[in-house]
């Protein structure tokens, strides 16, 4: 048998159709089973040392009390498939092991899965189920059924399958947003065919981003998963279901202690819909962000590095309808925190189409509060990935700002974008050269302010002298994008 890799597809860049992550909401029919009161640990004394009270994991019980609450999932592909997660050199790998028979037209693969309801439905990861032609369910009694798709959403790497069984044992739900890094936690599955493997080991970050992955703020663990894990539950110590195993790190496709877990808020909240209409549907703001560091945060006055910072506002769409603008830091989303703009896809991706929602801003120095009204993702793609390019003509002069490292020439937009053009980059060197800035960029405004010849910008930078660092609004292959000048060494 061949053990073949696949691997995730890494894509570059944020395009906000941007999104938010509703905390969970257990609308299943059934109430979960009764669980455990306390954590699965033991107490050890220790006079060594002195006086040491320690609390170790003791995974049996756990394993006694939930194991059978996850099952093995088998599926049959046709074996002339192409390769969806793209180049197999790429450094994320799927977890899902395919054993591959020579000579047979189709592969059987293994994935995991756990039970969310005493009638059957079962999640498990998207591309554990992606194109089978048959899935299996195979419970830890030995039962096998045959289960039905319900439904799946790639971007969060959910899917809701069903049995026709009754009263099956399942899983407590947690809450992810309680766990702490250093917890321990246990995942459950079915690595390389091995049915029911149990493994464990700590948190070791949350929120992490993944390329390719906007709206799952993953979970990072070391515990030891690999290919066949995929689906699987990640629980904590109290027997709950935090997170559903989903990718590894690896350049061999075996473990190497960094292991990723869909949180299971998102995962519920996907299956929710999943189970009502067969599809899920995302919020969409009509917008597009960077990430707020020290030093933008700084020349916009804004005392933390936090936020969501607009770089493009889509014709027509929410964003617009409701006044925001280039250059506002979006600051919460109904009351929770954008702490990066990572946040934001998942604050609005998993709030629904037409819902409205409540944003703080900062801008100019004070905070603002705004209601939009979410269109639907997908429904304003062809305005969001079409960047609209300078086609400068530069004038014959230049000028130079020997304090900030540039050499900059007015511009003529050929293409009419921006009317009163820009000044283009001849050269970037020191600070200039040290946040980014590069030769054949164009700057278009410093803050709000456009700039296009050597008086205008000056001016615009006089209005950050005290503050030392000015946000430099710049357009590079027809994408945007703010960096953070800093006026004197």
Same mark, same amino acid.
């Given at each position: 048998m061949q053990y073949k890799k696949l691997t995730v597809v890494a894509v570059s860049g944020l395009l906000l159709s941007i999104t938010g992550c509703d905390a969970f909401k257990a609308k299943f029919t059934d109430k979960p089973a009764e669980n455990v009161e306390k954590s699965f640990v033991k107490e050890v004394e220790s006079d060594k040392y002195g006086k040491v009270q320690m609390l170790l994991p003791d995974f049996s019980q756990l394993v006694n009390d939930v194991g059978a609450t996850v099952v093995n999932v088998r599926t049959q592909r046709e074996n002339s498939k192409p390769n969806l997660f793209g180049d197999d050199s790429d450094s994320f790998f799927d977890f899902f092991q395919e054993f591959q028979?020579?000579?047979?037209?189709?592969?059987?693969?293994?994935?995991?899965?756990?039970?969310?309801?005493?009638d059957g439905y079962i999640i498990t990861n998207n591309h554990v189920v992606q194109n089978a032609s048959a899935i299996k369910v195979r419970l830890t009694d030995k039962r096998e059924f045959t289960a039905?798709?319900?439904?799946?959403?790639?971007?969060?790497?959910?899917?809701?399958? @069903?049995?026709?069984?009754?009263?099956?044992?399942? +899983?407590?739900?947690?809450?992810?947003?309680?766990?702490?890094? $250093?917890?321990?936690?246990a995942a459950i599955g079915t690595p390389f065919g091995f049915e029911n493997t149990v493994t464990a080991g700590i948190i070791s970050a949350k929120k992490r &981003?993944?390329?390719?992955?906007?709206?799952?703020?993953?979970? #990072?663990?070391?515990?030891?998963?690999?290919?066949?894990?995929?689906?699987?539950?990640?629980?904590?110590?109290?027997?709950?279901?935090?997170?559903?195993?989903?990718?590894?790190?690896?350049?061999?496709?075996? &473990?190497? $202690?960094?292991?990723?877990?869909?949180?299971?808020?998102?995962a519920i909240n996907v299956a929710?819909?999943?189970?009502?209409?067969? /599809?899920?549907?995302?919020? #969409?703001?009509?917008?597009? /962000?960077?990430?707020?560091?020290?030093?933008?945060a700084k020349s916009f006055q804004l005392e933390h590095a936090q936020g969501a910072l607009i770089t493009r506002i889509m014709p027509d769409g929410p964003a617009s309808k409701a006044n925001l603008k280039v250059g506002d830091i979006i600051l919460t989303v109904n009351g929770e925190e954008v702490s990066t703009f990572n946040d934001l896809p998942l604050l609005i991706g998993y709030t629904p189409p037409q819902s409205t929602v409540k944003l703080t801003v900062w801008r100019n120095g004070q905070t603002h509060e705004t209601d939009v009204v979410l269109a639907e993702l997908g429904s304003m793609d062809n305005k969001i990935n079409q960047p609209q390019e300078i086609m400068p003509h530069r004038e014959q002069t230049f000028f130079e700002l020997p304090e900030q490292g540039l050499t900059l020439s007015p511009i003529i937009d050929l293409n009419k974008q921006r009317p009163e053009g820009g000044l283009l980059v001849m050269k970037a060197e020191k600070n200039a050269?040290?946040?980014?800035?590069? #030769? $054949?960029?164009?700057?278009?405004? +410093?803050?709000? @302010?456009? /700039?296009?010849?050597?008086?205008?910008?000056?001016?615009?930078?006089?209005?950050?002298?005290?503050?030392?660092?000015?946000?430099i609004f710049v357009q590079r292959n027809g994408y945007e994008h703010f960096f953070p000048l800093v006026m004197k060494e």
């Amino acid at each position: 048998m061949q053990y073949k890799k696949l691997t995730v597809v890494a894509v570059s860049g944020l395009l906000l159709s941007i999104t938010g992550c509703d905390a969970f909401k257990a609308k299943f029919t059934d109430k979960p089973a009764e669980n455990v009161e306390k954590s699965f640990v033991k107490e050890v004394e220790s006079d060594k040392y002195g006086k040491v009270q320690m609390l170790l994991p003791d995974f049996s019980q756990l394993v006694n009390d939930v194991g059978a609450t996850v099952v093995n999932v088998r599926t049959q592909r046709e074996n002339s498939k192409p390769n969806l997660f793209g180049d197999d050199s790429d450094s994320f790998f799927d977890f899902f092991q395919e054993f591959q028979p020579e000579g047979k037209s189709e592969v059987t693969s293994y994935g995991s899965g756990f039970i969310i309801s005493k009638d059957g439905y079962i999640i498990t990861n998207n591309h554990v189920v992606q194109n089978a032609s048959a899935i299996k369910v195979r419970l830890t009694d030995k039962r096998e059924f045959t289960a039905r798709l319900v439904g799946t959403d790639p971007d969060s790497d959910t899917a809701l399958i @069903k049995v026709d069984a009754d009263d099956l044992p399942i +899983v407590k739900i947690g809450n992810p947003k309680n766990m702490l890094v $250093g917890e321990w936690v246990a995942a459950i599955g079915t690595p390389f065919g091995f049915e029911n493997t149990v493994t464990a080991g700590i948190i070791s970050a949350k929120k992490r &981003s993944l390329p390719g992955s906007s709206y799952i703020p993953f979970i #990072q663990t070391d515990v030891a998963i690999n290919p066949g894990n995929s689906g699987g539950p990640l629980f904590n110590l109290n027997g709950e279901v935090i997170g559903i195993n989903s990718q590894i790190y690896s350049r061999s496709g075996g &473990s190497v $202690g960094i292991s990723f877990a869909v949180p299971i808020d998102v995962a519920i909240n996907v299956a929710e819909q999943l189970k009502t209409n067969g /599809v899920f549907r995302r919020g #969409q703001l009509g917008a597009v /962000v960077q990430d707020v560091t020290f030093d933008l945060a700084k020349s916009f006055q804004l005392e933390h590095a936090q936020g969501a910072l607009i770089t493009r506002i889509m014709p027509d769409g929410p964003a617009s309808k409701a006044n925001l603008k280039v250059g506002d830091i979006i600051l919460t989303v109904n009351g929770e925190e954008v702490s990066t703009f990572n946040d934001l896809p998942l604050l609005i991706g998993y709030t629904p189409p037409q819902s409205t929602v409540k944003l703080t801003v900062w801008r100019n120095g004070q905070t603002h509060e705004t209601d939009v009204v979410l269109a639907e993702l997908g429904s304003m793609d062809n305005k969001i990935n079409q960047p609209q390019e300078i086609m400068p003509h530069r004038e014959q002069t230049f000028f130079e700002l020997p304090e900030q490292g540039l050499t900059l020439s007015p511009i003529i937009d050929l293409n009419k974008q921006r009317p009163e053009g820009g000044l283009l980059v001849m050269k970037a060197e020191k600070n200039a050269k040290r946040i980014g800035l590069a #030769q $054949g960029d164009i700057i278009l405004s +410093v803050g709000d @302010k456009p /700039v296009y010849d050597e008086e205008s910008m000056r001016l615009a930078l006089s209005v950050y002298a005290n503050n030392n660092v000015a946000p430099i609004f710049v357009q590079r292959n027809g994408y945007e994008h703010f960096f953070p000048l800093v006026m004197k060494e």
